[in-house]
């Protein structure tokens, strides 16, 4: 057992204990939660924390860091409420000034690490590690050039507005381009990203590095778009944060295979490893469920799956049958250490 039988206590994934200081809406399903830490807490412009959710922390879920160090003077966690969602609707509707959480270390590889002019492209809430890296380089790095695409539903779901009107003020190596498909106000484009559109407004597109955030269909066509624009490869970056989804047969089934003690299931073709494990009540543990935190590692001995994530396994942790259970899908009987 990892998790705390009392409230505000550690778990051994989120050992930082922070207090809240104020909960601020940004939009109108959006809210960022400021944190007071009085110890040391090391992160990097653009990385994410899991987070206890609850008084037990018996549930983690990982948020991004949409404060910058150095910068911004609390620790900040900006969620959308997602309808029946355990970790956005106790972040944002139960937290209160003075409530205490806690957060694992920070993790996360979508950073900027690099002299080159950037193209940052984000759409919803994936503007928080945008915002947290865009603060940094423009303060920090004035020499670098800075592209920002930043697409909406509707000007009233532009996440940090009042912040990205001074920035714009202020840094004149910044370009901020916010395109709203519905009631696009002056000085916004109305409509979705597109191929034509990023070349016609970002100026030496191939010499800049892409970093993405936001739905994964959003990824895949950006990325696609900058490549076909002649960005290599190694220069885009995707911010990897959420599970890939994949079709559950409803007739199809395979048989999952524990061999300690041996037990066998009946689970449904292209069911997560994780899913299925949950659903037979198998022990695994299990915080950001997107491909991101390494805690649901588990091992298949043999059986027919894909991945679709392997951030934080080793080369020789994948050659000895090791996968992310939340991002493996299983599409054929599979045995399990």
């Not at 991004?64 to 900006?78: K, N, V």
């Not at 990203?193 to 590095?209: A, E, K, Y």
Request: charged content about 15%; proline content about 6%; hydrophobic content about 40%.
């Amino acid at each position: 057992m990892n998790f705390p039988l009392f409230p505000d206590q550690p778990t051994a994934l989120c050992q930082n204990r922070m207090q809240v200081h104020s909960v601020t809406q940004e939009t109108p399903d959006v809210w960022t939660i400021s944190l007071l830490t009085h110890d040391v807490y090391d992160y990097r412009p653009g990385q994410f924390a899991l987070v206890n959710i609850g008084p037990r922390g018996d549930v983690q879920r990982a948020y991004t860091l949409s404060s910058t160090p150095g910068l911004s003077p609390f620790i900040q966690l900006t969620v959308r409420r997602i309808s029946g969602g355990s970790g956005s609707g106790w972040l944002t509707q139960q937290l209160k000034t003075g409530d205490y959480v806690w957060l694992s270390d920070a993790q996360g590889e979508f950073t900027c690490d690099t002299a080159q002019p950037l193209l940052l492209l984000a759409a919803g809430c994936g503007v928080t590690p945008v915002m947290s890296i865009a603060r940094d380089v423009l303060a920090n790095c004035p020499a670098q050039n800075v592209h920002v695409f930043y697409s909406v539903r509707s000007p009233q779901d532009v996440i940090f507005a009042a912040e990205w009107r001074r920035l714009a003020a202020q840094y004149p190596q910044l370009t901020l381009i916010i395109l709203a498909e519905q009631d696009a106000l002056p000085g916004q484009i109305a409509g979705r990203l597109s191929q034509d559109l990023l070349q016609s407004q970002v100026p030496n597109i191939r010499s800049r590095r892409v970093m993405i955030c936001g739905p994964a269909p959003y990824m895949t066509l950006a990325g696609n778009w900058t490549a076909e624009l002649g960005v290599p490869a190694e220069h885009i970056v995707k911010e990897q944060f959420q599970a890939t989804e994949m079709e559950v047969s409803d007739e199809r089934t395979l048989t999952l295979t524990r061999l300690t003690p041996l037990a066998n299931y009946r689970v449904a073709v292209g069911t997560t490893l994780l899913a299925a494990m949950e659903q037979h009540q198998l022990p695994v543990t299990a915080a950001c469920r997107a491909g991101v935190c390494g805690s649901c590692k588990t091992r298949v001995l043999s059986g027919d799956y894909q991945t679709t994530s392997r951030m934080t396994l080793t080369d020789d942790d994948v050659a000895q049958g090791y996968v992310l259970a939340c991002s493996c899908q299983l599409q054929g009987d599979v045995t399990l250490a």
